[in-house]
């Protein structure tokens, strides 16, 4: 059974950085891609990161590219994303989860999903 589990959120002004992880309980190249959506309340789903299990090719959404980065550990079976130059509409629920590119770049409900950690963006 697939299990991921988000670490690392929390509140941030304006402006600062802050990474999140995702551990999952296999190995992370079991999935297409692992990455990242988030959701706030009263906002649709948003794929935020995504990176590919064959070859690390990574992938970000219009609003957070060029200030977010995804990297990876495989032996750590972790995912990490991080979170620069931070905006308020940054603040929503950011949960890992496992799917395909298309999926991501979609917003689409992914295969695999952890419970989500919560970022607040505010001065």
């Known amino acids: 059974q697939v299990q991921l589990v988000e670490s690392g959120g929390g509140l941030v002004q304006p402006g600062g950085s802050l990474r999140i992880s995702c551990q999952s309980a296999?190995?992370?190249?079991?999935?297409?891609?692992i990455g990242w959506f988030r959701q706030a309340p009263g906002k649709e789903r948003e794929g935020v990161s995504w990176?590919?299990?064959?070859?690390?090719?990574?992938a970000y959404g219009k609003s957070v590219k060029g200030r977010f980065t995804i990297s990876r550990d495989n032996a750590k079976n972790t995912v990490y994303l991080q979170m620069t130059s931070l905006k308020p509409e940054d603040t929503g629920l950011y949960y890992c989860?496992?799917?395909?590119?298309?999926?991501?770049?979609?917003?689409?409900?992914?295969?695999?999903w952890g419970r989500g950690t919560q970022v607040a963006v505010s001065s």
């Open positions: 989860a496992g799917a395909n590119a298309i999926q991501f770049a979609l917003n689409t409900t992914p295969d695999y």
């Open positions: 296999g190995s992370i190249l079991d999935y297409n891609c």
């Open positions: 990176i590919s299990s064959s070859d690390g090719s990574t």
